[in-house]
């Protein structure tokens, strides 16, 4: 059974930074790609920022400038910096990971505030 396991969610004040951390608890070589999701209340999901594993990222247009998804293979672990956060960033944030199977972490809330 693959776990993601989200952290660095919070509070912040628009312009603030924060990073998520995902950690998997398999390599995370053995998934074709890893990335970030988000939901807004109300909204649907979307793909923010996605690493595949050959290390090629692709990010949403609106994030684009201001998110950096990175990994660190030896602690099988993906990473979301983000900078320059609006309130509009504000959502529940999902590690996904592509395989064989699809796997989600549990979410993490980021809120920003104005």
């Known amino acids: 059974q693959v776990q993601l396991v989200e952290s660095g969610g919070g509070l912040v004040q628009a312009g603030g930074s924060l990073r998520l951390s995902c950690a998997t608890s398999?390599?995370?070589?053995?998934?074709?790609?890893m990335g970030w999701f988000r939901q807004a209340p109300g909204k649907q999901r979307e793909s923010v920022a996605t690493?595949?594993?050959?290390?090629?990222?692709n990010y949403a247009d609106s994030v684009k400038g201001r998110f950096t998804i990175s990994r660190d293979n030896a602690k099988n672990t993906v990473y979301l910096q983000m900078n320059s956060l609006k309130p509009e960033d504000t959502a529940v944030y999902y590690c996904?990971?592509?395989?064989?199977?699809?796997?989600w972490g549990q979410g993490t809330q980021v809120t920003v505030s104005s």
């Open positions: 996904h990971a592509e395989g064989i199977n699809d796997y």
């Open positions: 398999r390599s995370i070589f053995s998934f074709s790609a």
């Open positions: 690493i595949t594993s050959g290390g090629s990222t």
